[in-house]
């Protein structure tokens, strides 16, 4: 069964909540654009052959503090100057649009816990909650964690320890943020969901903050902040306007992939195992390094820290934004992906074509695609150079199929 989902969540009155709109300037004041809106953004959902559905996704817009959102982008490897008062209002330079993908695994409960209160969460987290965190992660797992520091977020760990106090005006930057409020997320699943001991998720992030003076909704920004959050194999993909060539946004957090590998080595490499299909599982059990929930292996290495990347893009240069589980990612290339809806209009339509398309080779785990037109929709540059190559597939798949039910 299919359906199409988006979930948004509105704010108490009088509180700052995740909204389902985002907000663009004019001269005379601002106008708000629904997200919920199927020509806005697509989401589609198939279930496969499986019995439940464990994919979720979620979009939203945020409301992030302005001065972490510049300390942010000064912080990168090449800095980038913004001014949040030429955005036209606090309002519309702490927006920020945040698209979310989940493929959950050993059930859904973890899953549908991470679309109804991540963005919630990164929203709220403060500084002041990190240290908690981090003695909590160390004395609820230990195993790996007993000597852990906080990573991403060790700088606030350190304050916290030595008993100084941040400088007047110290701010979190966005990835300690998106750490922070990971592992917030993973705390309140363990300590209230009986089953994330064993069932977790994987989780694909991204945030879209409109640089342009007066701000624009991210998809006629001239200039956009692009940050992922990712943990697990969940995929997010750009596609480069000009040419139509992809730009991967996240990598595979599996045990023998390059960042895990080195991550995981003080754990022992004997704890590598493959399985009777040849695939690399940590124990010989766990397939996704890093997510959500699965309490039961974090002592040994699993952990929700998210990989966090921010880039500066021209919003114009490119065309669209794809989010993916891996039941559309184990049977379709990066560039396929992209390629398969260069010529789409409708983002609902985009998004269905991807999981059709993944169904005609036999898709048979959950699927799901998000797909976030930006300022190059609508037209993509290049040639399809997978279009034979797909159908090819297509045909011999079905070939098979036929030959297979004869006999």
Known sequence: MLSRSITSMAPARGVRGVHDFVRGSTPGGSYKVPLNNPKIIGVYSSRGSREYQEDA???????????????????LKMPYEWDPSSSGSDFLAGQVAAFGIFDGHGGKEVSTYLKENLFKQIETVKSSDISDLVDWTKEKHAGYFKRWRGGAVSRWTKFAS????PAEGEV??????????????????????????RCGSTASVVLLHSLDGPSQPYWSAKRLSLTV??????????????????????EKHHAESRVEASRLRRMGAELLVSDSFGESRWMGV??????????????SGVTVEPEVTTRVIDGQEHSYLILLTDGLTSLLSDQELVDLIRKSFDPTRAAKTIVHFAEDLGASDNCTAVVVPL?????????????????????????????????
């Open 229 to 250: 959050a990712h943990c697990g194999d969940t995929r997010a993909l750009l596609c480069h306007q000009p040419t139509g060539r992809v730009i991967p946004l996240t």
């Open 172 to 197: 979190m930057t966005l990835e300690e943020r998106l750490n922070a409020a990971f592992l917030q997320t993973d705390r309140l699943i363990l300590d209230k969901e009986e089953k994330g001991k």
């Open 286 to 299: 766990v397939e996704n390094t890093r997510g959500f929930g699965d309490g039961e292996w974090k002592p």
């Open 57 to 75: 996704a979620t979009v939203g817009s945020l409301q992030l503090p302005p001065k972490e959102l510049q300390s942010s982008l000064k912080r």
């Open 375 to 407: 300022g190059g929709w609508g037209n993509v540059g290049g040639e399809d150079t997978t279009k034979d190559r797909r159908e090819w597939r297509r045909r011999r798949f079905g070939e098979m199929n036929t030959r297979m039910q004869r006999m």
């Open 162 to 165: 030595s008993g100084n106090r």
